[in-house]
Structures are given as C-alpha cells and as structure tokens.
C-alpha cells in the first residue's frame, strides 16, 4: 500500500500515517501538501495523509484550499499528540544563530524561543524534517522537530518538550479516491458557499440543530474568486448514509449556492 506524506523522513505526517496504516507500507514522501494530493489523484499512492489544524495554531490553510479543488475524499483522521524538541549540532544555546522549522511548530513554540533563544534567527521552512536536515548542514543552526528527526539527521537533543501548550496536538486527514462505509463511530466534512443575504448562514445550520446532528467545526476561507466571499467548511457527526444526516444535507442544499461533500470517515481515537 503506497501512502503519501509530506516529506522529507521523520516528519510528524509520517508518523500519523504510520499509525493509521500500520508500518507495512510504503511511505513516499512529497515535498508539498499539493503534492500529496497530485500524487493520489493520479494513482501513484493509493492514499495520502496531510495535516488539517492543530489545537493551538488553528487551520492549514493549504490543506483546506487543496481540498476546495480537489477531487479526493476523506477516508479517515488522526489525532497524533506533538511534542517538539529542539536539535542541533552543537550542545550550547548561545552558540545557536538561527532556528529552522514549519511555521505551526515556530508558531507553537513561540514563548519558550522568547525566553531562551531571543537572539536567534526564526526561519519557517517546508517541514520539520527538512529543518533538521538543514541544521545538520550547518554548525550554528537548530531545529525543531520530532525525537525521531534527531534519529535521522544525527542531531542533538537540547531540549524535550518546548511546545507552549502542553497537551499541544495536531489532526491529519487521510484521503484517498474511494469514499468508506459507515462504522457507527463517524464524522462528514462538507464545503459550503451562501448566497450574501440575511440569514443565510442560518439556513444551513437550522437544519442540523433540527435533525438532532452535532456540528463539531465550522470554518471559513476565501473563494478566491471575488472580493470577501468566502467558502465554509464544516464538520458534523454522522456518515451520508445515517436517515437524519441525509435528510438534513437534503435541506441544507436548498439553502446553498454549492454544496460538496469531502467525506465520511471514522473518527480519530485520541
């Protein structure tokens, strides 16, 4: 089974694919969340895991905007704990000049850089991995990344644990081109565009509350296709094939002016 990942090895994506699939795949690693769904829509991998929105930091936006365009579905979730250490070559902080990272983690650690690493260099970089592989490059730089970066790059661990919130966690979407069959434990995704009218964002929700759904997420992005409009995302609980959801989405759609559904997949055990 080829799954995609973003890359390059020992990224946080890699290891929620792990635990979703098991080891006994073949993990490809990609350089973008792009990519991942490229690859899968072309049928190199048959699926790909990306992250959707961390507990401190919110959203990935890219993630979101690839799923607005994208023919995939979601197959599933995974909920993976973060914890962020930081690695280098050399054993000293004040040897450090420049940190390198994804923007969440940089975002995630913020107050702990504040405090013992004011004089370094903050640069966002591609993947938590790649930092690693940059710092192991370079005699005055760090990471942060996952302990089993530290592993792969041949780097030292300075400090465990830095992230600011201490139950810090991230959630992966896994996607694929086959949508799976209720578990009786389920969640379906959806994208939404109003009509600017008053009460529009009402009509979609009054439905649910009426049918006895639970919405767990609702979340907004621009259209980009004119000037503040914006695209919704929403989250609920149920499979598209459960009577209440079905007939609930029924009357949403006449209250939309687009309506997709981007899957129904079994909820992520924390």
Known sequence: LAVAFLGPEGTFTQ????RHFGHAICATPTASIDDIFKVVERGVCQYGVVPVENST???ITHTLDSLL???LVITGEVSLRIHHNLMSRTHRFDEIDVVYSHQQSLAQCRQWLDRFLPQAQRTAVSSN????RLAAQ???AAAIAGEVAADLYGLHILERDIEDEPDNTTRFLVVGRTPVGPTGGDKTSLLLTLQNHPGALYGVLEPFARHGISMSKIESRPSRKAAW???FFVDVEGHLKDQS???ALKEVAENVT???ILGSYPRAID
């Open 258 to 260: 687009l309506l997709k």
């Open 57 to 59: 930091e919110g959203v």
């Open 15 to 18: 290891q929620a694919a792990f």
């Open 229 to 231: 409009d914006y695209v």
């Open 69 to 71: 365009h994208s023919s």
């Open 245 to 247: 959801l079905d007939l």
């Open 129 to 132: 991995a790649e930092a690693a």
């Open 138 to 140: 370079q005699e005055h």
